[in-house]
């Protein structure tokens, strides 16, 4: 596609329950991202992934948050037994950057709910 | 740590009148970063800020950098009401090479008539 694709868009979790959130990257980029946002804050970051290679995961908050991308392109975003902080929306964003300058790209992001 | 924040958080302007954004970081920033977020949209990449004293305009908004101060800003002129929407700046802590983001809190606007 010609941008980040999220899903799902939105999500209802009864709290103690997993979920899984799925990230398209724009086709060929090397660099993704995933960043917290919680209601009324500026996105925060969770981890990064160079291609497969997971380089930084210092944001994430707990070990109940787990994040893969097997073959380098669709990346998972995974929360086991969600609690109501985390309740937020999880956007994705990739960028064609190794060590040049280019941007990143954002996805609309999945509205995470947990009730 | 790389901390950026912003001012005012909140602005509520009427058309035509010209403004200012403000976002002081508290350490070196490789790039500074301009982004429009309309609600429920994912963020829209306004200006990348590459070097102390850079400016970039476009349309109604200008983005200016001084790295010795460690402050940008993001100027409005003569709002209109399609500006209306949440603004964040956002550096990139120096030392990371792949583009991780530090946010500041957003800085919500509404141009109203």
């Known amino acids: 596609g010609a941008g980040v694709s999220q899903s799902p868009r939105y999500k209802v979790a009864k709290r103690g329950q997993d979920v899984a959130l799925r990230c398209d990257p724009i086709s060929g980029h090397v660099s993704l991202f995933w960043y917290q946002q919680a209601l009324g804050q500026g996105p925060e970051f969770l981890t990064y992934f160079q291609n497969e290679a997971q380089l930084d995961k210092s944001g994430l908050p707990s070990d109940r948050f787990f994040a893969e991308r097997p073959e380098g392109s669709v990346s998972t975003l995974k929360i086991q037994r969600t609690q109501k902080e985390d309740s937020a929306v999880y956007l994705c964003?990739?960028?064609?950057?190794?060590?040049?300058?280019?941007?990143?790209?954002f996805g609309q992001g999945t509205r995470l709910t947990v009730v | 740590e790389l901390k950026v924040e912003q001012n005012p958080l909140f602005l509520s302007m009427q058309e035509g009148k010209n403004y200012t954004i403000y976002c002081n970081y508290s350490?070196?920033?490789?790039?500074l970063y301009w982004y429009r977020q309309d609600p429920g949209k994912s963020l829209e990449s306004l200006f990348v800020l590459l070097s102390n004293g850079a400016v970039k305009q476009e349309g109604r908004l200008m983005a200016s950098l001084d790295t010795k101060a460690r402050l940008s800003t993001l100027h409005i002129t003569a709002a209109v009401h399609d500006l209306s929407a949440t603004y964040f700046c956002a550096g990139e802590a120096g030392g990371t090479s792949y583009g991780k983001l530090t946010f500041g809190q957003g800085t919500i606007l509404t141009v109203h008539p």
């Open positions: 964003a990739s960028s064609s950057r190794r060590w040049a300058n280019t941007e990143a790209f």
């Open positions: 350490t070196t920033s490789d790039r």
